[in-house]
């Protein structure tokens, strides 16, 4: 399943979104051209997206993690375990309808956080999931730190059927009843596409949108947090 996505990320890297063609090539097995290593397990030396160890992390986690056959196993602090169990046979079927396998890809040891991927026949996403309760949340891409690692930022686009769920997730590192998840998938309709440039400060994420009309043209524009929650600032 790896190596086949691998392959669906390099041929459709035509078609996932572009900054400027001037721009050196993007990252392997990456689906942005800013791929976090924020989370990237201790040994892995990958560099993209998707060419993340769970063998590491694996090794990194202990207890917390381990592979059973086709299941990923993990055993959280409050002595409850949970199963995230592969679809081999869908897999191997003719049409794959169905078909899901789930890897251990990243940890973030300062908050307790396990990162899960999730790989479809034709697509991929991620769990963030909170070790010492078992909670976890479904976010795009691999998450982004703010400079006082307070949140975590993730932002996926692309044009296709092979990438990611084009959308945003912003979440707290440590769960908080005064601190909001907020998350925004692009809408069907949508016009839109949005690239992660960085964060700037701990309350606001600059992206770059990218419109899928033509002519075809870029703006600068943000995701900010005002009053206690998070805002899309729309592109102009």
């Excluded at 997206?49 to 917390?64: H, M, T, W």
């Excluded at 869908?90 to 078909?99: F, N, R, V």
């Excluded at 991620?126 to 975590?152: E, M, N, Q």
Aim: proline letters at 6%; glycine letters at 8%; aromatic letters at 8%.
């Amino acid at each position: 399943m790896r190596a086949l996505l691998a392959r669906l990320v390099i041929a459709c890297a035509a078609a996932c979104l572009c900054i400027d063609a001037a721009e050196p090539a993007a990252v392997p097995y990456s689906f942005s051209d800013h791929p976090s290593q924020d989370g990237r397990c201790i040994g892995d030396h990958g560099a993209g997206d998707i060419d993340r160890s769970e063998k590491a992390c694996l090794e990194q986690v202990g207890q917390l993690a381990r592979r059973v056959g086709p299941g990923l196993q993990l055993t959280f602090r409050n002595g409850k375990s949970r199963i995230y169990l592969n679809e081999e046979a869908k897999c191997q079927s003719s049409d794959a309808d169905g078909c899901v396998k789930y890897q251990l890809t990243g940890y973030f040891p300062e908050h307790d956080l396990l990162l899960i991927e999730v790989d479809y026949w034709e697509g991929v996403s991620w769990r963030l999931v909170w070790a010492d309760t078992g909670d976890d949340t479904s976010i795009v891409a691999s998450r982004h730190y703010s400079p006082d690692k307070r949140w975590l930022a993730s932002v996926a686009s692309g044009e296709g059927p092979f990438g990611p769920p084009n959308g945003m997730d912003i979440v707290p590192s440590k769960p908080n009843s005064s601190l909001k998840e907020w998350h925004y998938r692009t809408p069907d309709d949508g016009q839109w596409l949005y690239e992660f440039i960085g964060w700037d400060g701990n309350t606001r994420v600059n992206l770059l949108a990218s419109s899928l009309g033509a002519p075809q043209r870029t703006s600068p524009t943000s995701i900010e947090r005002r009053k206690g929650d998070w805002h899309l600032r729309e592109p102009q």
